[in-house]
Nanobody, 122 residues
Framework: QVQLVESGGGSVQAGGSLRLSCAASEYTYSTFCMGWFRQAPGKEREGVATIASDGRTTYADSVKGRFTISKAEKTLYLQMNSLKPEDTAMYYC??????????????????WGQGTQVTVSS
């Protein structure tokens, strides 16, 4: 059974940093493509970053150079630096059983966490 539990959201001023965590089962962590998505009110869920089982990463253009996805000890992380008000959203951890892991499309991911809110004030 795939279980994903996010933590680490909160409120921060523009320019600040936050680190999100997602606890996963060992099978999920080592075998699945995993990713972070976000959804702002009134907007579609968008891909932020993914990391393949072999460690290769993919980022949305809007977060390149500011966010870093990583995984260790059965936990997925998203380090977010230089945060902007437009980064405000509910952030979700997701997983898919696939070797392909470059598509930042929510419809490809079948397993989701409950979400954690990130609010960036100007």
């Amino acid at each position: 059974q795939v279980q994903l539990v996010e933590s680490g959201g909160g409120s921060v001023q523009a320019g600040g940093s936050l680190r999100l965590s997602c606890a996963a089962s060992e099978y999920t962590y080592s075998t699945f493509c995993m990713g972070w998505f976000r959804q702002a009110p009134g907007k579609e869920r968008e891909g932020v970053a993914t990391i393949a089982s072999d460690g290769r990463t993919t980022y949305a253009d809007s977060v390149k150079g500011r966010f870093t996805i990583s995984k260790a000890e059965k936990t997925l992380y998203l380090q977010m630096n230089s945060l902007k008000p437009e980064d405000t959203a509910m952030y979700y951890c997701a997983a898919r059983y696939s070797l392909s892991c470059t598509a930042l499309l929510a419809r490809f991911f079948g397993y989701w966490g409950q979400g954690t809110q990130v609010t960036v004030s100007s």
